[in-house]
Nanobody, 113 residues
């Protein structure tokens, strides 16, 4: 079982930065791939970024060059560094482990002046 808890969301102005964290309660953190998803009001949930156990990363085209996903095995935490934020990045951001079909409860990110 993998339990995931997101944090770090908030209100930020366009062009600003935020760092989201996802703490995982699991003994298998070192072997799991973890994803960040987001869901904006009235839209479908979409995949934002993925990081494998080996550190390989992938990003949605809409965030490439602005967002960075990383992981810390000692802290069992995955991060999403979000830079140059735009109003269209406003959404609830979720952490997911596909192997265990586990989702966190999400953290709200609002980009507005």
């Amino acid at each position: 079982q993998v339990q995931l808890v997101e944090s770090g969301g908030g209100l930020v102005q366009p062009g600003g930065s935020l760092r989201l964290s996802c703490a995982a309660s699991t003994s298998i953190f070192s072997i799991i791939t973890l994803d960040w998803y987001r869901q904006a009001p009235g839209k479908q949930r979409e995949l934002v970024a993925t990081i494998t156990s080996g550190g390989t990363t992938n990003y949605a085209d809409s965030v490439k060059g602005r967002f960075i996903i990383s992981r810390d095995g000692a802290k069992k935490t995955v991060y999403l560094q979000m830079n140059s934020l735009k109003p269209e990045d406003t959404a609830v951001y979720y952490c997911r482990c596909a192997l265990a079909n586990s989702w966190g409860r999400g953290t709200q990110v609002t980009v507005s002046s």
